[in-house]
């Protein structure tokens, strides 16, 4: 009778894989909305000139108001990804079936995913402008600004995961070990049977 312990362990591996960044991603639409939600008005600033981006967008050079909202917005941009990286890799660490590199992986790829969904999602809800005539006053679109922010989940959640792995009681990280697992008949991975021991102890 042929068993596919292995198989089954690596596949729920990958399908973990796919989860956690699908997981991320759609919290990210999430906090999007939470973040132009939460977000301060939109500051006004003073288009000194526009230029044309790689030949393929306006992109104007602005003279911004002295306004906490700039700091203000990326804030809490930082707070609401930051707080959903710390969650998310305690929560992946208790998904005891999934342990291993690729869930730290994918814990790191869906942190990115997530937080530049997050950004997108109030680009788009938060209006404003990007550009204008020069010399005139617009009201700026809801924006991240340092762009580090970004990474800024990824590394928390990989961060907390890796500090649960350190702390971990056994080296198996406490889920079954595949290369122990029963494999197919001819499976090249397959570890060779020892010598059978009598009694005695002699092989």
């Not at 042929?2 to 960044?21: H, N, W």
């Not at 291993?100 to 402008?129: C, D, K, S």
Request: charged fraction near 15%.
């Amino acid at each position: 009778m042929k068993t596919r312990g292995p198989q089954l362990a690596e596949d729920g591996v990958a399908r973990g894989f796919v989860r956690v960044i699908g997981g991320l991603g759609l919290a990210g639409v999430v906090l999007g909305v939470i973040w132009w939600a939460w977000s301060p008005p939109r500051p006004r600033a003073f288009v000194i000139d526009n230029h044309r981006f790689a030949g393929l967008f306006d992109v104007a050079a602005l003279q911004p108001a002295e306004a906490e909202n700039w700091i203000a917005s990326d804030g809490r941009f930082v707070i609401l990804t930051g707080a959903l990286g710390l969650l998310a890799g305690y929560a992946a660490w208790h998904w005891r079936s999934a342990r291993g590199p690729v869930i730290a992986a994918a814990l790191a790829a869906g942190g990115v995913v997530g937080a530049a969904i997050t950004g997108l999602v109030g680009f788009l809800l938060g209006g404003g402008q990007l550009t204008g005539k020069p010399n005139t006053v617009i009201v700026t679109r809801l924006n991240v600004h340092a762009y580090g922010f970004y990474f800024v989940q990824a590394a928390l959640s990989v961060a907390v995961y890796c500090i649960c792995v350190a702390f971990a009681r056994d080296d198996d990280l406490g889920r079954p070990d595949p290369w122990f697992l029963p494999r197919e008949p001819g499976d090249p991975r397959a570890r060779p049977a020892g010598p059978s021991v009598g009694a005695d102890g002699q092989a």
